[in-house]
């Protein structure tokens, strides 16, 4: 069994930076990748960016690539979205997810576990 935990939302100005963390627990050690997904009002969940634990290889989204980093923390079993230059149609629920096979990272299908969302608020 595997727990997300996210932290970091809040409300922000246009312009301004946020730093998403996750911390993950449990059957850590069963997760290979981890990645970040966002879910605005009356909108789908669309993937925002994917890391892979043991290479730290990370994928983004075209439209947040050169504003967004994702990282990772090996040691504390903990994943980073660094948000940069936000727009305010960044404003979404932020859910951080586990996948045990790092295959389709950019598919929802892909991952085994998921947190509670975070909310990011991006005014103008």
């Known amino acids: 069994q595997v727990q997300l935990v996210e932290s970091g939302g809040g409300l922000v100005q246009a312009g301004g930076s946020l730093r998403l963390s996750c911390a993950a627990s449990g059957r850590t050690y069963s997760i290979t990748a981890m990645g970040w997904f966002r879910q605005a009002p009356g909108k789908e969940r669309e993937f925002v960016a994917a890391?892979?634990?043991?290479?730290?290889?990370?994928w983004r989204a075209d439209s947040v690539k050169g504003r967004f980093t994702i990282s990772r923390d090996n040691a504390k079993n903990t994943v980073y979205l660094q948000m940069n230059s936000l727009k305010p149609e960044d404003t979404a629920v932020y859910f951080c997810a586990g996948a045990r096979e790092n295959l389709r990272l950019l598919s929802q299908r892909q991952y085994d576990y998921w947190g509670q969302g975070t909310q990011v608020t991006v005014s103008s």
């Open positions: 890391v892979a634990w043991s290479s730290g290889s990370t």
